[in-house]
């Protein structure tokens, strides 16, 4: 199922910021980084991949985890 109704709640600005901050810690596994964020392989993996969104819970933890460089507001979308 698209995640067409999440166009409008959503902004893809947070997913690009996980991947280029994956992208910078390339010693860690999709594993070890859902470890740290206190979810399943597979759930972290369609977030990097945009076919899931976090939860606002998970946006702290990524956040928390990211030293700020992901923050929550970039997970949504920025208004006018």
Not at 16 to 44: C, K, N, V
Not at 47 to 56: C, D, E, H, L, Y
Request: charged fraction near 20%; glycine fraction near 4%.
């Amino acid at each position: 199922m698209p995640l067409t109704w999440c166009v409008e709640m959503f902004d893809t600005r947070g997913m690009e910021q996980l991947h280029a901050y994956i992208a910078s810690r390339p010693d860690w596994t999709d594993a070890q980084w859902a470890e740290h964020l206190g979810m399943s392989r597979s759930h972290f993996t369609e977030i990097r991949n945009g076919t899931a969104f976090p939860s606002k819970r998970l946006m702290v933890k990524i956040s928390e985890v990211t030293e700020g460089r992901v923050p929550v507001i970039a997970w949504f979308p920025v208004s006018a």
